[in-house]
């Protein structure tokens, strides 16, 4: 085995690589083989078989544990949006009857395109006048103008990088 090594070595130390090569597989070929002990084998197949069947297990909790989360969510939500939900199509009944209500009675008046215009701008006026509305729009305004700022200040990059290209 020494002289087998000593050969890799040199060829090692040499610049023919095939010969280097050959030499390597020459000393790992003189190697012992090495086989496992008979309990070694059985404890590793034991010691496989219970991961498996414990990842099986694991993975087969997890499923259930994860229907149970999405039941137990799906029951919460609707316990806390189905009233939610109820009252709001209540309220679109409500004013969908009310609407029907007042256009028959504005028919039955003698409907005009002022008293028509009067209304519908009586009900937009009395759904902005609520501070959530009030509040929607003024982040709305603020919105745009940033945006208006953003696109100016683009506007101004883009004009003096033309002008420094020219």
């Not at 103008?145 to 002008?163: C, E, F, G, K, N």
Request: no cysteine; proline share 2%; hydrophobic share 55%.
């Amino acid at each position: 085995m020494d002289s087998s090594v000593q050969r890799w070595l040199g060829a090692e130390d040499g610049e023919d690589d095939t010969a280097a090569d050959a030499a390597f597989l020459a000393v790992m070929a003189s190697l012992p083989r090495i086989a496992p002990e008979e309990s070694f084998i059985r404890r590793t197949e034991t010691a496989l078989t219970r991961a498996r069947v414990r990842r099986r297990a694991v993975a087969m909790l997890g499923r259930a544990a994860a229907a149970v989360l999405i039941t137990v969510a799906s029951l919460a939500s609707a316990y806390w949006f189905l009233p939610l939900m109820i009252r709001g199509g209540i309220g679109g009944v409500v004013l969908l009857t009310q609407g029907m209500v007042s256009l028959v009675t504005t028919f039955g008046d003698g409907m005009t395109w002022w008293s028509i215009a009067a209304r519908v701008v009586g009900v937009l006026g009395e759904s902005l006048a609520t501070p959530r509305t009030t509040l929607v729009f003024v982040a709305i305004e603020f919105v745009a103008a940033t945006a208006l700022y953003m696109l100016h200040r683009l506007l101004d990059q883009d004009a003096v990088s033309i002008r420094e290209a020219a």
